[in-house]
């Protein structure tokens, strides 16, 4: 296990966590949760040996293998697989000296490094690596293009590939979704709950961390504190302790009923359609929600647009494309005031082209793009951050996008963004990405736009900005157009979904839950599709298969025999418990005036019903164990 003994963590002269002591047992999934800066990589730093406590101990066990995504990837002319097998050190290993031990003629060494690569499930590897990238969006064809050929988005997700393909003791995980799709982040959701060591993870992102982890560490002013249950569970938690405060509870009350006020209006004009019954309940969720986030630093809304024709914008039978590639064709979509699309589809499917054309940023190829009278776009993608003007503060741009408002009311403004003291007037060349996103949003919102356009507003956002971003959705009278994985934000900002996929943006008639089984659909589809048009995928598939079986045999053996043991304990136990209960019963035995036998046998008695207990509790922990193990067919 990992072990915090009354730790202190800083940096410089930063104290970040003071007298910390719990421990984290084998197994346990860990969401790491605090504001931006409170210590969070840095305390992954520690983990990986990379800081030293300032006071106090962190024991972890010497032997446990610890994996976590690396920063940069070098342009390696290395195949994509590879690379990701390299995670596997220990298999790397035996591959080599199995080569050396071959070139040598050592044949009991060979035996041996063979039987050790069985073990390690080497002979199943290229497979596993395969359906860690195929999991994370790469086709077949992407697994054998050098490392060099991919963009830096796509390198993130090698360098994930390569953490999940290390068989870790201990994994660290650090916003490991922001380059993610939806379907990317719900294929990695159920990785790791399949995962059998212990996970840390650092995530914005709600419906991720309350799919993944049974634990949430918490870092607040220099704490950290470990919560039982999901991220909702803490967050209940700690709504109870603010509640607490009158003043943040009387806030919290003006927050529940401002919200009930949107979710009332929202359930006079739904349809019983499966996404508008999805909205309501993601809404009324955001009452416990709101509770855990009284004293967020951001606060925020939008002010009313100044027209709103209907329609806002018609694309009539229209192709996009780049050049003469066309990615989408024949779009019919007509956008009206007050309605808000979620934009679904896997990556590279054209969701962000379909974005761009309604932004007027792409041209149509084909057919119409007509604009309302008084359509004002507000757009918003990651590329505009880097529009922002390096050497100028937050102030100076908000004084160069409305140099009539005094400068005041623009302070005040900026610090709903959490723009404040020094902030407000310092350049925002060295802000994070998070500090810029902000920013963008701000000027952006301050345009009083009429169609709201946002492409993954969330990269780069913590929780308590996202959560202040849906609550500012929800009181927002125009149009969004909203592309993200963060599925809290789609469930409670989006009533209609629109398909992105084979070259078609079509009305989705379901659910988020009705997405990600189509998502599995189309793998399945398309699973079968190679096996049955490559033979060396079927021969990999049950070579796959056969090493799942013998996996699973493994992993099973060991808890079987120990149940058997346990069994044959318990079994004696209760014969000799028996034998001393009948002795207790015989009635001469309490008319003897040596006192000596009755008590040394009270005292066996008690002694054999303790162990017997131990015993039977372990045997029912270890059944528990077996059976979330999955069936061997």
Same mark, same amino acid.
């Given at each position: 296990?990992?072990?915090?003994?009354?730790?202190?963590?800083?940096?410089?002269?930063?104290?970040?966590?003071?007298?910390?002591?719990?421990?984290?047992?084998?197994?346990?999934?860990?969401?790491?949760?605090?504001?931006?800066?409170?210590?969070?990589?840095?305390?992954?730093?520690?983990?990986?040996?990379?800081?030293?406590?300032?006071?106090?101990?962190?024991?972890?066990?010497?032997?446990?293998?610890?994996?976590?995504?690396?920063?940069?990837?070098?342009?390696?002319?290395?195949?994509?697989?590879?690379?990701?097998?390299?995670?596997?050190?220990?298999?790397?290993?035996?591959?080599?000296?199995?080569?050396?031990?071959?070139?040598?003629?050592?044949?009991?060494?060979?035996?041996?490094?063979?039987?050790?690569?069985?073990?390690?499930?080497?002979?199943?590897?290229?497979?596993?690596?395969?359906?860690?990238?195929?999991?994370?969006?790469?086709?077949?064809?992407?697994?054998?293009?050098?490392?060099?050929?991919?963009?830096?988005?796509?390198?993130?997700?090698?360098?994930?590939?390569?953490?999940?393909?290390?068989?870790?003791?201990?994994?660290?995980?650090?916003?490991?979704?922001?380059?993610?799709?939806?379907?990317?982040?719900?294929?990695?959701?159920?990785?790791?709950?399949?995962?059998?060591?212990?996970?840390?993870?650092?995530?914005?992102?709600?419906?991720?961390?309350?799919?993944?982890?049974?634990?949430?560490?918490?870092?607040?002013?220099?704490?950290?504190?470990?919560?039982?249950?999901?991220?909702?569970?803490?967050?209940?938690?700690?709504?109870?302790?603010?509640?607490?405060?009158?003043?943040?509870?009387?806030?919290?009350?003006?927050?529940?009923?401002?919200?009930?006020?949107?979710?009332?209006?929202?359930?006079?004009?739904?349809?019983?359609?499966?996404?508008?019954?999805?909205?309501?309940?993601?809404?009324?969720?955001?009452?416990?929600?709101?509770?855990?986030?009284?004293?967020?630093?951001?606060?925020?809304?939008?002010? /009313?647009? %100044?027209?709103?024709?209907? #329609?806002? =914008?018609? +694309?009539? $039978?229209?192709?996009?494309?780049?050049? @003469?590639?066309?990615?989408?064709?024949?779009?019919?979509?007509?956008?009206?005031?007050?309605?808000?699309?979620?934009?679904?589809?896997?990556?590279?499917?054209?969701?962000?082209?379909?974005?761009?054309?309604?932004?007027?940023?792409?041209?149509?190829?084909?057919?119409?793009?007509?604009?309302?009278?008084?359509?004002?776009?507000?757009?918003?993608?990651?590329?505009?951050?880097?529009?922002?003007?390096?050497?100028?503060?937050?102030?100076?741009?908000?004084?160069?996008?409305?140099?009539?408002?005094?400068?005041?009311?623009?302070?005040?403004?900026?610090?709903?963004?959490?723009?404040?003291?020094?902030?407000?007037?310092?350049?925002?060349?060295?802000?994070?990405?998070?500090?810029?996103?902000?920013?963008?949003? /701000?000027? %952006?919102?301050?345009?009083? #736009?009429? =169609?709201? +356009?946002? $492409?993954?507003?969330?990269?780069?956002? @913590?929780?308590?900005?996202?959560?202040?971003?849906?609550?500012?959705?929800?009181?927002?009278?125009?149009?969004?157009?909203?592309?993200?994985?963060?599925?809290?934000?789609?469930?409670?900002?989006?009533?209609?979904?629109?398909?992105?996929?084979?070259?078609?943006?079509?009305?989705?008639?379901?659910?988020?839950?009705?997405?990600?089984?189509?998502?599995?659909?189309?793998?399945?589809?398309?699973?079968?599709?190679?096996?049955?048009?490559?033979?060396?995928?079927?021969?990999?598939?049950?070579?796959?298969?056969?090493?799942?079986?013998?996996?699973?045999?493994?992993?099973?053996?060991?808890?079987?025999?120990?149940?058997?043991?346990?069994?044959?304990?318990?079994?004696?136990?209760?014969?000799?418990?028996?034998?001393?209960?009948?002795?207790?019963?015989? #009635?001469? =035995?309490?008319?003897?005036?040596?006192?000596?036998?009755?008590?040394?046998?009270?005292?066996?008695?008690?002694?054999?019903?303790?162990?017997?207990?131990?015993?039977?509790?372990?045997?029912?922990?270890?059944?528990?164990?077996?059976?979330?193990?999955?069936?061997?067919?």
């Amino acid at each position: 296990m990992i072990q915090f003994k009354n730790l202190t963590l800083t940096r410089g002269i930063k104290v970040l966590v003071e007298g910390a002591s719990f421990q984290l047992h084998p197994g346990h999934k860990v969401g790491l949760t605090g504001a931006n800066g409170a210590g969070k990589s840095s305390l992954f730093s520690m983990l990986r040996g990379e800081l030293q406590p300032e006071i106090g101990d962190l024991d972890i066990p010497s032997h446990w293998v610890i994996a976590h995504v690396a920063q940069e990837t070098p342009a390696l002319a290395d195949a994509a697989i590879e690379f990701v097998l390299d995670g596997d050190s220990e298999l790397r290993s035996i591959e080599h000296a199995l080569v050396l031990a071959e070139a040598e003629n050592k044949g009991e060494v060979v035996a041996e490094l063979h039987a050790r690569l069985g073990e390690v499930d080497g002979y199943s590897a290229k497979a596993r690596a395969a359906a860690l990238l195929s999991g994370l969006g790469f086709t077949h064809t992407d697994m054998t293009r050098p490392v060099s050929d991919f963009s830096g988005g796509w390198r993130v997700r090698l360098n994930l590939a390569r953490a999940l393909m290390c068989r870790s003791d201990l994994l660290l995980l650090d916003e490991p979704t922001n380059h993610l799709d939806l379907d990317a982040v719900i294929w990695l959701e159920s990785w790791l709950k399949d995962y059998r060591g212990t996970l840390l993870l650092i995530s914005h992102d709600r419906d991720f961390l309350d799919e993944v982890i049974n634990h949430i560490a918490h870092i607040e002013q220099q704490r950290l504190t470990l919560y039982r249950g999901g991220y909702s569970d803490f967050e209940r938690q700690r709504a109870e302790k603010l509640a607490q405060q009158q003043s943040l509870y009387e806030r919290q009350q003006r927050d529940v009923a401002h919200l009930q006020k949107y979710i009332d209006r929202f359930r006079a004009q739904a349809t019983k359609a499966r996404q508008a019954q999805s909205r309501i309940k993601a809404l009324e969720r955001m009452e416990l929600i709101s509770a855990a986030h009284v004293d967020s630093p951001f606060g925020f809304s939008f002010k /009313a647009p %100044l027209s709103a024709p209907d #329609p806002l =914008l018609v +694309l009539d $039978d229209v192709d996009a494309g780049y050049g @003469d590639q066309p990615v989408l064709k024949d779009i019919a979509l007509t956008i009206r005031p007050g309605e808000r699309l979620g934009l679904l589809g896997r990556n590279g499917a054209g969701k962000s082209t379909l974005v761009k054309l309604l932004a007027d940023e792409l041209k149509p190829m084909t057919g119409k793009r007509v604009e309302g009278k008084d359509l004002k776009i507000g757009y918003f993608a990651q590329h505009q951050l880097e529009q922002l003007r390096p050497e100028e503060s937050p102030l100076q741009h908000m004084l160069r996008l409305d140099p009539q408002t005094r400068e005041q009311e623009h302070r005040n403004y900026l610090g709903g963004f959490d723009f404040r003291g020094d902030m407000v007037t310092s350049p925002c060349a060295p802000f994070s990405g998070g500090e810029k996103s902000r920013l963008a949003l /701000a000027l %952006l919102i301050w345009t009083r #736009p009429n =169609l709201l +356009l946002l $492409d993954e507003p969330t990269n780069h956002l @913590d929780l308590e900005m996202r959560h202040a971003l849906t609550l500012a959705l929800q009181e927002y009278e125009g149009c969004v157009v909203l592309v993200s994985h963060d599925r809290a934000l789609l469930r409670a900002s989006c009533d209609k979904f629109v398909l992105v996929a084979d070259g078609a943006a079509k009305v989705f008639d379901g659910d988020l839950d009705d997405y990600s089984s189509w998502l599995a659909e189309q793998r399945s589809k398309e699973k079968t599709q190679e096996t049955t048009s490559n033979p060396t995928v079927q021969k990999n598939d049950r070579a796959q298969n056969k090493a799942d079986r013998q996996a699973r045999q493994a992993e099973r053996r060991p808890l079987v025999k120990e149940i058997e043991q346990l069994e044959s304990k318990m079994a004696m136990l209760n014969d000799q418990k028996s034998r001393c209960d009948e002795r207790l019963a015989s #009635p001469e =035995l309490y008319e003897s005036q040596d006192k000596a036998e009755l008590q040394q046998l009270l005292k066996k008695q008690a002694e054999l019903a303790q162990a017997l207990e131990q015993a039977e509790d372990s045997w029912l922990h270890i059944q528990e164990q077996l059976e979330a193990l999955p069936l061997i067919n």
